[in-house]
């Protein structure tokens, strides 16, 4: 099945505690990208990588950190969290070929203590 | 910049009445539409897109959306509304050549009563 899986689903943390939120997917896309959504804000993009080894900022960045050492994996990675990071985390790929829609994961619930 | 806006928080229909979610958008250039469908505890679920073509766009689970140029809209629209309905409802949008990131409106709220 083509999906997008993302681990931990649910994560409690405390302040400055490094974690790292994994994102596979199974379809060889080029494009995948890290979103947060908050009430009343809908998702924002906070890094996006067009294929491997090659990472940007998106609207949102500070804080966190990405990798993208293989084409399938794209771990964020937040090495001092703070309560104002405690959010829903989706990760979401796409094909560059084509005008096709991005896949999401299932989300990360965390919480930042 | 590319934006899209979703003025209703939450939208109240009854079971079997036609439901219309809103949504316009802001763009240089031409834009990519879509709409997205979250169920509570769950990811975003693609619902529809248009890129180009009929202004028409037919998408999953009976829903469609319009796309009016002259009013910068692509509202969500649906014959008749189930219950299973329900859910929160995102608009999106890109602008062709500015990249691939998807730029949410707020989110609308389905309510659908029986």
């Known amino acids: 099945e083509a999906q997008v899986t993302q681990n931990p689903r649910y994560l409690i943390t405390v302040t400055g505690k490094k974690l790292t939120v994994t994102c596979s997917q199974n379809m060889n896309h080029e494009y995948m990208s890290w979103y947060r959504q908050d009430p009343g804000l809908g998702l924002r993009q906070i890094y996006y990588s067009m294929n491997v080894e090659v990472t940007d900022k998106g609207d949102v960045p500070e804080g966190y950190k990405v990798s993208r050492k293989e084409k399938r994996n794209f771990p964020l990675i937040l090495e001092s969290p703070s309560p104002n990071q405690t959010s829903l985390y989706f990760c979401a790929s796409t094909p560059l070929a084509g005008d096709n829609e991005q896949f999401f994961g299932p989300g990360t619930r965390l919480t930042v203590l | 910049a590319q934006s899209v806006a979703q003025p209703e928080d939450q939208v109240n229909v009854a079971e079997g009445n036609p439901l219309t979610v809103k949504c316009t958008y802001s763009v240089s250039g031409n834009p990519y539409l879509f709409w997205y469908v979250q169920y509570p505890n769950r990811g975003l679920q693609f619902l529809l897109k248009y890129i180009t073509g009929d202004n028409l766009v037919k998408g999953s689970y009976g829903f469609e959306a319009e796309f009016n140029k002259s009013q910068t809209s692509f509202h969500l629209k649906k014959p008749s509304a189930l219950v299973s309905d329900s859910a929160l409802y995102f608009c999106?949008?890109?602008?062709f050549g500015s990249g691939y990131a998807l730029n949410f409106g707020k989110g609308t709220s389905l309510l659908v009563t029986p």
């Open positions: 999106a949008v890109r602008a």
